[in-house]
């Protein structure tokens, strides 16, 4: 699974914890606990493939809809 924020990234473009370079040992980022993440593009492909083999209710439907529209905005398209 993807992580929250690409440490690499933000190591490289981002961090300068000392001075002109991220300092991976002293740097709050590398120290930070990763957690795992799922894309929300991947929420809207397993919503679509529930609804279309009728294997979500529409309860069900109703409460991942919330939950994408919570986390990740909503795909109207």
């Known amino acids: 699974m993807d992580e929250y924020i690409d440490r690499e990234n933000y190591c490289e473009n981002i961090c300068y914890c000392s001075n002109e370079y991220c300092d991976r040992v002293s740097c709050h980022i590398w120290k930070a606990p990763a957690a795992d993440v799922v ?7 397993l919503r679509d493939a529930l609804y279309e083999n009728d294997q979500i209710t529409m309860r069900g439907l109703a409460r991942l809809n919330m939950l994408i529209a919570k986390y990740g905005g909503y795909d109207h398209g």
């Open 39 to 45: 894309p929300v593009s991947e929420l809207l492909a």
